[in-house]
């Protein structure tokens, strides 16, 4: 129990930690444009954010942290206040978060461990009406064009957040040759039906991290007209 001060106030009790009141949550570091509304996802090549939760603790940064991933250890070792940690994801299959909580004199109080499951990058293409503005549906496999032209943007989802300003190589492609994207905007294909003709393209798209050689997506979608 606290104790009792001068003026009559209790100094608050500090909470008693074990395994049951010590949780991870994970928050990946990945991209996710406005109109999805779940959560990002760790992918490989990106990073995930591990914070350590104690139920009823304040002030998590008086105590120890040690933190592992499998059996290799993480951060800084045993440190004071490191109740997060980011983990560059490198490896391939999904692994074991860990974390040992030790008080002051480095006595162990608890230690919990939490699955970190890895997706894949995705990338998606949406009509981008310039009057109506972008379509919240995905344009999926296949399209049909039923006016003369269209805008096609790729948004990718669950890679690395700095993808788009670390010089990413981005290639379009109409029937398996590669086109030149004249728009400003790099994720923005403008197509024009040709006039008094009907047929189909095959439009694709490729990312890549060049900082990352693990992170790449494409997509393609049948565009009929």
């Known amino acids: 129990m606290g104790g009792v001060l001068l003026a009559g106030y209790t100094t608050p009790a500090l909470a008693q930690i074990t395994n049951d009141s010590l ?60 109740n997060t940690v980011d983990i560059p994801l490198l490896f391939s299959d999904e692994s074991i978060i860990s ?14 461990s939490e699955f970190l499951e890895l997706s894949e990058p995705e990338v998606h293409f949406y009509e981008d009406n310039p009057l109506r503005g972008m379509s919240t549906t995905a344009m999926g496999d296949s399209y049909i064009l039923t006016g003369n032209e269209i805008r096609v943007r ?24 590669t086109t030149k994207n004249i728009n400003g905007d790099p994720l923005l294909l403008t197509l024009e039906a040709p006039e008094g003709k009907s047929g189909k393209t095959l439009v694709e798209f490729y990312l890549h991290n060049t900082k990352n050689l693990l992170q790449s997506v494409s997509e393609k979608v049948l565009i009929s007209f």
């Open 23 to 82: 949780h991870i949550y994970f928050e990946p570091q990945t991209i996710t444009p406005d109109l999805y509304f779940g959560r990002s996802e760790a992918t490989v090549g990106s990073t995930v954010r591990a914070v350590a939760i104690i139920n009823g603790e304040n002030d998590p940064s008086e105590h120890y942290y040690r933190w592992h991933a499998g059996a290799e250890n993480i951060g800084a070792g045993i440190a004071k206040g490191q």
């Open 154 to 177: 790729a948004i990718p989802y669950f890679m690395s957040k700095d993808i788009l300003t670390n010089n990413p190589k981005l290639v379009w492609s109409l029937d398996r040759q």
């Open 99 to 112: 974390v040992d909580v030790y008080d002051k004199d480095l006595t162990l109080l608890a230690t919990a």
